[in-house]
């Protein structure tokens, strides 16, 4: 499958070596690749930097891996006309300082944002719930634990669902409304306080049932 | 252990029924004592309701067991100075419908709320995760899961931890600072939407870290 991973940071890159390491053939799309080729993070995959403009070209799926403040924009200029779009980030605003508030929550979530600016994009909430180290490694933790998956379209979930099993999470609650990406954004205030308390962002819950 | 459980709810009973099983001297707080003794459910222990006016006194633990959108006036009414009160209760608004949305969120919370219209009690927040059933009996999940105390007073935490331990929670997670309530009850839109979704509301999570 080919995968467009846009955003270069720690969870793109993450995601960007995960997906390589279980066959996907994977490109990254920046806003200026030449300016992040010269960053000494990209000195080994620095030839799959592409421009947001053809990150979505020839994709069968794109991964918004972006800071979630900014990701309407960086996604306005990716063409994900058909596309699954599977979503990673959190609307995290640290303006404030830490711990960060949502910009956007409960009567609404970026997941929907992005749906709505993107209306014939198949958008699937799911891995935002952990860090890049985890969602592309669940094993680390030493324990099986709970992954979360919410969409409207059915055959788009079934897509990251796949995906899921082939990064090595055997636990998935689905939700089949992208509305539900409400309930798994607003985790995060209580995921960066136990990120604090727990000294560690390696670290995942298990829904017990 | 002299508890006053404030409110006459599925939660309340739970949680007064639970204090009772693990030997503690409870009483019932409610608006109108007379009228809740007629019903069916407190036949059997409609002696231990009281006037909210006389809920507080004394009690070594006050627990808020009302519905979040009515607590502030509920506890108005009751003697909190100087008291340990466990606050249990979720801002859960549903005059939109379900789920529900959550009347304050992510730069406050009801506990911090209840904390300010009583600056003399010592608030903690806990056991808001779970529904009434696993608060007082986590062992019925069958496995071991993760239970969270927030508050700013150390000894009110003890207080609850040593409540805790006596319900039968051994996996305690503490955050010292009262504002953690916010992550504690913004957990919520995602619990009622996994209630819907795995049609009980016998679940927890565990952290697996």
Chains 1, 2 share one sequence.
Request: no cysteine; aromatic share 4%.
């Amino acid at each position: 499958m080919r995968v467009a991973v846009i955003g270069t940071g720690s969870a793109g890159r993450a995601l960007a070596d995960g997906f390589r390491r279980i066959g996907h053939d994977v490109v990254t799309g920046t806003r200026d690749p030449e300016e992040t080729r010269g960053r000494p993070e990209w000195a080994e995959h620095g030839d799959s930097l592409v421009a947001l403009a053809d990150a979505g070209t020839g994709a069968d799926l794109v991964v918004n891996a972006t800071g979630g403040m900014v990701s309407l924009d960086a996604l306005a200029e990716v063409d994900l006309v058909g596309k699954v779009l599977l979503d990673v980030a959190n609307p995290l605003d640290f303006s404030a300082g830490f711990p960060p508030t949502l910009s956007v929550k409960d009567t609404d979530s970026l997941a929907e944002q992005i749906q709505r600016a993107h209306p014939e994009a198949r958008v699937v909430k799911a891995l935002n719930t952990v860090n890049g180290a985890v969602m592309v490694d669940p094993a680390r933790l030493g324990a099986e634990t709970t992954i979360f998956v919410a969409g409207d379209d059915e055959g788009a979930r079934g897509v990251v669902r796949t995906l899921l099993g082939e990064l090595g999470w055997s636990d998935v609650v689905e939700f089949t409304s992208l509305d539900a990406a409400r309930g798994l954004e607003m985790w995060l205030p209580l995921w960066v306080r136990l990120m604090g308390t727990l000294g560690t962002a390696d670290f995942n819950l298990k829904l017990i049932r």
